[in-house]
């Protein structure tokens, strides 16, 4: 555990042991850039998975994350924690991720995991072969997915479960579950997204509210799919869908 402000310089590397893990409970400031990304990778090829890194408590708000790579990395069990993912973002705001590429984590659920908290932003990420989903949202407010790739996910890309979101102009692909999930009531505004082989589209369940424009949908085997699964939110999912556009031969709903 890290308790002191952290600053990362362009270019460092972090070669990460088995099951070797950083929990930050302060400020960060990782910036990488471009021609010098911040890696966290395995130490050894043979050698995987590490564990996660983690920003935890009110400390870290603030945290920027600038041209990094994630890959390789799983998640931990930790005193009163259990982190879920390769990136963990726990009770925190102000949260700034862009320019970053997470992927290949092992074991547990999700790639990036997002909760209890508010105004966490993510621009132009790439997202691949997630283990289950790639960013996973809990209780969290205001939570900004801009100009991202999700790709080749087990499970969901996005999934959101009591959690506010703008998902903006996006490309979702080729998860086995759904491309997004917003269930738990959860409500959300998704714009400009494309929407491409998932096993489901979208899907809008237990109580949510999906406002979905200027978006495309081709070959999901489901493009959107609205219905009650959990008894305790007392309703299905409701879907507004607006100058969006479907593609296939067989679309279905």
């Not at 400390?59 to 005193?79: A, P, V």
């Not at 009770?91 to 999700?110: L, M, P």
């Amino acid at each position: 555990e890290i308790y002191q402000e952290v600053k990362i310089l362009p270019g460092t590397v972090f070669k990460m042991k088995k099951k070797e893990s950083l929990i930050f409970k302060n400020k960060v400031f990782a910036k990488g850039t471009s021609s010098e990304k911040i890696r966290f990778i395995n130490e050894k090829k043979s050698e995987k998975p590490w564990g996660t890194v983690a920003l935890v408590g009110k400390g870290t708000s603030g945290s920027q994350f600038d041209n990094i790579e994630f890959d390789g990395g799983s998640g931990l069990k930790h005193k009163q924690f259990q982190f879920t993912s390769m990136f963990s973002i726990h009770d925190t705001e102000n949260i700034e991720i862009k320019n970053c590429i997470f992927r290949n984590n092992y074991f547990y659920d999700d790639i990036v995991h997002v909760v209890y908290s508010k105004k966490i932003s993510f621009n132009n990420i790439i997202f691949d072969n997630a283990f289950g989903d790639a960013l996973d949202v809990d209780i969290s407010q205001d939570v900004q997915i801009i100009d991202s790739e999700f790709t080749n996910s087990n499970n969901d890309g996005i999934d959101l479960m009591q959690s506010t979101s703008v998902i903006r102009n996006n490309f979702i692909a080729n998860s086995k579950d759904k491309g997004i999930s917003v269930g738990e009531g959860s409500n959300v505004h998704i714009e400009k997204n494309q929407i491409f082989k998932n096993d489901v589209g979208i899907a809008v369940k237990d109580g949510s509210r999906a406002k979905i424009i200027n978006s495309s949908f081709s070959q999901n085997n489901y493009e959107v799919s609205a219905y009650k699964k959990n008894w305790r939110y007392g309703s299905g999912g409701f879907v507004d869908i607006k100058q969006s556009k479907f593609e296939g031969e067989n679309i279905r709903f």
